[in-house]
């Protein structure tokens, strides 16, 4: 069966940056739309970054964030820099059998696109 597995949340002081993991098993990578989201205590859950052969970002945290993805690992990551004290939340890892074609039509960033979903990995970022 599919399984996402994340790791590399930490707490951090603002400013700081971190890289969370995701590894995948039980499908064929190259082919999945890989996509983080997160989710704060009270808040929805939102979108952050997705990657097939193309990326896509949240405006919350472009121009400071790089998902990016191994191949050969079935791993995708995300690299996070000058983190925010409202950057703080469980991330999760999903993955969508969709693949590139969420690009095509703009539903990437769709929570309801993916089919899978990992447990989370907690960020903590303090002022």
């Known amino acids: 069966q599919v399984q996402l597995v994340e790791s590399g949340g930490d707490s951090v002081q603002a400013g700081g940056s971190l890289r969370l993991s995701c590894v995948a098993s039980?499908?064929?990578?190259?082919?999945?739309?890989m996509g983080w989201f997160r989710q704060a205590p009270g808040k929805a859950r939102e979108f952050v970054a997705a990657i097939n052969w193309s990326t896509v970002y949240a405006d919350i945290v472009k121009g400071r964030s790089a998902i990016s993805r191994d191949l050969d690992k079935n791993t995708v990551y995300l690299q996070m820099n000058s983190l925010r004290p409202e950057d703080a939340a469980v991330y999760y890892c999903?993955?969508?059998?969709?693949?590139?074609?969420?690009?095509?039509?703009?539903?990437?960033?769709?929570?309801?696109?993916?089919?899978?979903w990992g447990q989370g990995t907690q960020v903590t970022v303090s002022s």
């Open positions: 039980g499908l064929t990578f190259s082919r999945y739309l």
């Open positions: 999903a993955a969508s059998h969709r693949g590139e074609a969420a690009f095509m039509d703009g539903s990437a960033p769709l929570p309801a696109t993916y089919d899978y």
